[in-house]
């Protein structure tokens, strides 16, 4: 099934083509008008340098008018190989199509809304045909009928006819389109970008990351680069300023040969003033008790830390530098 950007937003038609394997551009002067696009021969010829295929509008009051406008436009300098007028259906619609497929140009007869009007498109020997599905939607029609009926028709009668499902509004436009198996669908950049997208598929990647993570980097360069260390002969409300300035919810409290004392928290901090009230706040961080600190070196990969997390059920380990505290790795740097 052919995928084409349907868009004349000049931004959106450059991430789109980025992608690489887009067939083609659609593009309304109803587009053109909106995005304030003035020099419309210009913008066509820029648009033609910048993608495979271009469909593009060619309107007049009788088929030798379409005709006419369709070589005005290549004598722009467009390639007829890579150029697709778009022809609204009608009558001299249909003849137009006709006298320019005679010239061998491509064509997509359009604004389709019945079976009868995709017949006489596909008999005059239209390269596209392009229901609007969301259009008709919006007036409380079987749009996926129609669509299917196309693609019958096509396949029954053997016309080489590619049916373009059109008037794109969401994801399930789009499986709908491949379950019905047009040919060719025509989509806007927003809904595109929206194919890809799944909350599992994003699970799943994020926890292929960490675990790529854990064995691949260290603890030291996971690590913020902040080293959030106190002397034992602090107060706690001087470590709690401390603690504020490192915007951390731990401290390494040292002893005065730089050897590990313990880790304070703000945890440890909540339970302290429960117990014993605001007056422990003058206290000195060596007046407490501590149990063993939970360390791990620097060079160690971060799945050591992991498993140390979770054997400690802690938030919070001292990364060491052959013993000497050299940061904080939280449970979040995970």
Known sequence: MELYLDSANMKEIEEGFKLGFLNGLTTTPTFMQKEGITDIDGTIVKLSKMVPVLQIEALGNSAEEILAEAERQLALGLDPKKTVFKIPVSLEGVRACKMLRNKNYLVNV???????????AMQAGASYVCPLVGRLQDQGHDALTLV???VDAVDLYEYDTKIMFSSVRNVEHVRNAINIGVHTITVPLKVMKQLTENNFTTVGTDQFIMDTRLMMVKVKEAINGVNPIVDESTSLSDAL????EYN??????????GSIRGVFTDGSLRKLLMEQGKDVLNKKLGDLTYRDPISIEGDM???????????TSVDTIVVTDKGKPVGMLD???L
């Open 148 to 150: 299917q009926q196309c």
């Open 301 to 311: 990969l971060l799945n050591e830390a992991n498993t140390l997390f979770k054997k």
């Open 331 to 333: 449970i979040q740097d």
């Open 241 to 244: 300023v401390k603690m504020t």
């Open 248 to 257: 951390f919810g731990a401290v390494t409290v040292v002893k005065k040969d």
């Open 110 to 120: 359009h604004l389709v809304y019945t079976l009868q009007q995709a017949y006489m």
